[in-house]
């Protein structure tokens, strides 16, 4: 039986199966591929909350930690925590679209040769365009930071040889992945701490390259370019595995598709509750008593993402998958709803523009209130301790964020409709 596709011709735009081929057979597509797009969408203007408050909130300039209990307030924190959904979102849903692909008609080895080449093709971007919104200046002496793009990247690689193995061994390799990876928490290795200090052997680059995040090396010896992990491969490797394998839950018709949406959704949100609870494994950091019971909630909730604990990935998952069984059950499309859509539809090209959008904001806040401004487009190898007298509240934040997102939406869904309407091969990259 022949299907024809949507007019949306995203990365999972077209129906998934015949609806002969499965015993329930799936619905409309605009459901599900909004409820997709929806939470993605929301986590991408999170994102950039986070974002904009690197650059623009004075804390933050001072390279204050917004969840250490001994010095952020409730506000804070949450600012901070609510951006900790964004990541697992990105990397998980971006495993579900490989699949979705898959089901649409792609063979494994026509994904395969996608994932890889959009992989590399990440890589790349995360060490030059994206490099750039960040720094605002290309020194060659720095390589880049490896963030999340760098791990989608990455990950699309090591995936594109799962996806010939069985699904179920594909769910044990990321399932795995993701509960075990704590155990190595006490390896450590000696970082690089400039050019009086030895650079790491190679087994020292791989392992922080691995697991051992917020270290920085050079790819030689020093003065070759230096990198800065922020984002290493493991579990997010896992992540994006056992995203890979949840998007068969999108073959099922939309009442068995919402209840095991809510069995998954529910069972990692418990299962975080009670691992927490017991404090005995699953977080490099314990939590403890507080001087009251808000704080000791903080302290509960505070879990380690760099590298992403377990507890912090069932923290996270646990609720989005909940919120993707609630998105199923609303069709009807507003304007909030659309709103967030369009950024869903179109999540690279946002990521890399906001990236922009937050650093020139901050440098008009800067210059605008006469505050010292050169610092903003320093080179990171050059920039060392905090600027004084740089920053603004946590109220300017939150008015620049907005600003960021209003500037970006026109742009986003402008993009949104020239991948709606066109289908050349280009566009699936970005």
């Known amino acids: 039986m022949a299907v024809s596709p949507q007019p949306n011709h995203s990365s999972y735009d077209v129906p998934l199966v015949a609806a002969d081929q499965v015993p329930n057979p799936v619905e409309p597509r605009r459901e599900r591929l909004d409820s997709i797009d929806l939470l993605r969408g929301i986590v991408m203007v999170i994102m950039m909350l986070d974002h904009t408050?690197?650059?623009?909130?004075?804390?933050?300039?001072?390279?204050?930690?917004?969840?250490?209990?001994?010095?952020?307030?409730?506000?804070?924190?949450?600012?901070?925590?609510?951006?900790?959904?964004?990541?697992p979102v990105f990397v998980f849903l971006a495993g579900t679209s490989a699949y979705l692909q898959l089901a649409r008609g792609k063979s494994k080895a026509q994904l395969s040769r996608f994932l890889v080449t959009r992989g590399l093709w990440l890589i790349v971007l995360e060490l030059t365009v994206v490099k750039l919104g960040i720094a605002l200046n290309p020194d060659y002496r720095f390589l880049g930071f490896l963030q999340v793009i760098w791990v989608i990247g990455?990950?699309?690689?090591?995936?594109?040889?799962?996806?010939?193995?069985?699904?179920?061994?594909?769910?044990?390799?990321?399932?795995?992945?993701?509960?075990?990876?704590?155990?190595?928490?006490?390896?450590?290795?000696?970082?690089?701490?400039?050019?009086?200090?030895?650079?790491?052997?190679?087994?020292?680059?791989?392992?922080?390259?691995?697991?051992?995040?917020?270290?920085?090396?050079?790819?030689?010896?020093?003065?070759?370019?230096?990198?800065?992990?922020?984002?290493?491969?493991?579990?997010?490797?896992?992540?994006?595995?056992?995203?890979?394998?949840?998007?068969?839950?999108?073959?099922?018709?939309?009442?068995?598709?919402?209840?095991?949406?809510?069995?998954?959704?529910?069972a990692a949100t418990l299962l975080f509750i009670i691992i927490r609870a017991v404090n005995l494994y699953g977080d490099p950091s314990p939590w403890s008593r507080q001087d009251n019971f808000v704080f000791t909630a903080l302290s509960f909730l505070n879990t380690s993402k760099y590298p992403p604990s377990l507890l912090f990935l069932l923290m996270t998952l646990g609720p989005a998958i909940l919120f993707l069984a609630l998105f199923e059950g609303r069709s009807e499309r507003g304007r909030i709803k659309e709103f967030f859509i369009t950024f869903g539809r179109v999540p690279l090209f946002f990521?890399?523009?906001?990236?922009?959008?937050?650093?020139?904001?901050?440098?008009?806040?800067?210059?605008?209130?006469?505050?010292?401004?050169?610092?903003?487009?320093?080179?990171?190898?050059?920039?060392?301790?905090?600027?004084?007298?740089?920053?603004?509240?946590?109220g300017i934040v939150y008015l620049s964020w907005i600003t960021g997102i209003v500037l970006l939406y026109p742009l986003c869904k402008w993009f949104a409709g020239v991948k709606q309407r066109r289908r050349n091969w280009w566009l699936s990259y970005l």
């Open 154 to 266: 990455v990950s699309m690689i090591v995936l594109a040889a799962l996806i010939h193995l069985p699904k179920i061994v594909i769910a044990a390799f990321g399932l795995s992945m993701i509960a075990l990876h704590n155990l190595t928490d006490g390896i450590r290795v000696t970082s690089w701490r400039g050019p009086e200090t030895p650079v790491p052997d190679l087994r020292a680059k791989l392992w922080i390259l691995l697991h051992q995040a917020f270290e920085g090396f050079p790819i030689l010896g020093f003065p070759s370019p230096v990198v800065f992990v922020i984002y290493p491969l493991i579990p997010w490797i896992g992540v994006m595995a056992t995203g890979y394998v949840f998007g068969a839950i999108y073959q099922l018709n939309a009442q068995r598709r919402r209840r095991w949406l809510l069995i998954i959704g529910g």
């Open 351 to 394: 990521y890399v523009l906001q990236w922009f959008t937050a650093h020139l904001l901050s440098i008009l806040l800067h210059a605008a209130f006469g505050k010292p401004v050169s610092w903003l487009w320093k080179s990171p190898i050059d920039f060392f301790g905090s600027t004084p007298g740089v920053g603004f509240n946590l």
């Open 53 to 87: 408050r690197d650059f623009v909130h004075n804390a933050a300039l001072r390279f204050e930690d917004p969840t250490d209990l001994s010095t952020t307030n409730i506000f804070l924190f949450f600012t901070r925590w609510i951006t900790h959904f964004c990541a």
